[in-house]
């Protein structure tokens, strides 16, 4: 087989078998970092015994632009409890991340067994 090669024009057609079914693919959308950015702003406050939730999204894309813009209000007591879950989120993760250090305390890592 390899000798054929050999022997064989580089310039001569091939004659391929023909196949009438075509092959449909799917255009690879164009993703650059340079032609796109998101934006998002939310923000959340407590005044007159409600909470205020606003929120914006814009971002270009591919080339599209999106929108989105949200606003509302809801009871008083969301915005002290919405407050504490994420003071406690913001916590533990701290103490995640401090965990592996507490073996360098002095009063920190094993505990005396008396």
Do not use: C, W
């Not at 970092?33 to 270009?60: L, M, N």
Request: proline share 6%; aromatic share 14%.
């Amino acid at each position: 087989m390899g000798k054929d090669l050999l022997k064989k024009n580089k310039y001569e057609i091939m004659n391929r078998p023909v196949n009438h079914d075509v092959e449909f693919f799917d255009p690879v959308p164009n993703k650059s970092p340079f032609v796109s950015f998101r934006y998002s702003y939310k923000e959340v406050s407590s005044g007159s015994g409600r909470t205020h939730i606003r929120s914006k999204e814009k971002s270009f894309e591919n080339g599209k632009y999106k929108s989105e813009e949200f606003e509302g209000t809801l009871d008083g007591n969301v915005y002290p409890s919405m407050v504490g879950e994420i003071q406690k989120h913001i916590l533990n993760q701290i103490a995640v991340f401090l965990k592996p250090f507490s073996m360098f305390l002095p009063f920190g890592g094993l505990k005396d067994k008396k």
